[in-house]
T-cell receptor, first 111, second 110 residues
Framework: KQEVTQIPAALSVPEGENLVLNCSFT??????LQWFRQDPGKGLTSLLL?????REQTSGRLNASLDKSSGRSTLYIAASQPGDSATYLC??????????FGSGTRLLVRP | NAGVTQTPKFRVLKTGQSMTLLCAQD?????MYWYRQDPGMGLRLIHY???????AKGEVPDGYNVSRLKKQNFLLGLESAAPSQTSVYFC?????????FGPGTRLTVT
């Protein structure tokens, strides 16, 4: 059974820092990987999607990487801002198009 | 183009009551999903559908039923609500490799 672990569970950093969120998975037979952002009391916003054949994707200050051999993905946020404060969820899609989520990393960027 | 909408946004039920959550999408997607999210956890799949008239069980299906009579709608039913079903429920739709999420329904069972 695919299990997804996100470390750390919570993170507090001062504004301007570069930071890395980690996601690990147990089964390398994934279809793709997605990183989502969730604001308190809100739904999910898709940030980046990496197909299984890709190694990374970039959007603005965000960069996500995928290493299937080691069972890891990272989300890199450059020059963090208070507006980046949210919960970040990673999710893997299996071959039957079902998403398996991690429990998230709660990020606080202090002004 | 409204995307994925969910009705209602909030609901409080008493133990043993029943209700139906409605998910609607206007993107002509084949796949639709119902998830639940509990505090401090990620989303867990309850049921899903790969097309009109089809449904399948996800990770946590017990206590829920679903129906997909029309392609654009996916209904989630609770026949006899229990406090353990207090959660936030998210619906999603997609073609294959990407899912689009609704805003969620916050359900409290007392």
């Amino acid at each position: 059974k695919q299990e997804v672990t996100q470390i750390p569970a919570a993170l507090s950093v001062p504004e301007g820092e570069n930071l890395v969120l980690n996601c690990s998975f147990t089964d390398s037979a994934i279809y793709n990987l997605q990183w989502f952002r969730q604001d308190p009391g809100k739904g999910l916003t898709s940030l980046l999607l990496i197909q299984s054949s890709q190694r990374e994707q970039t959007s603005g200050r965000l960069n996500a990487s995928l290493d299937k051999s080691s069972g890891r993905s990272t989300l890199y946020i450059a020059a963090s801002q208070p507006g980046d404060s949210a919960t970040y969820l990673c999710a893997f899609m299996d071959s039957s198009y079902k998403l398996i989520f991690g429990s998230g990393t709660r990020l606080l960027v202090r002004p | 183009n409204a995307g994925v909408t969910q009705t209602p946004k909030f609901r409080v039920l008493k133990t043993g009551q029943s209700m139906t959550l409605l998910c609607a999408q206007d993107m002509n997607h084949e796949y639709m999903y119902w998830y639940r999210q509990d505090p401090g956890m990620g989303l867990r799949l309850i049921h899903y559908s790969v097309g009109e008239g089809t449904t399948a069980k996800g990770e946590v299906p017990d206590g829920y039923n679903v129906s997909r009579l029309k392609k654009q709608n996916f209904l989630l039913g609770l026949e006899s609500a229990a406090p353990s079903q207090t959660s936030v429920y998210f619906c999603a739709s997609g073609r294959d490799y990407e899912q689009y999420f609704g805003p969620g329904t916050r359900l409290t069972v007392t």
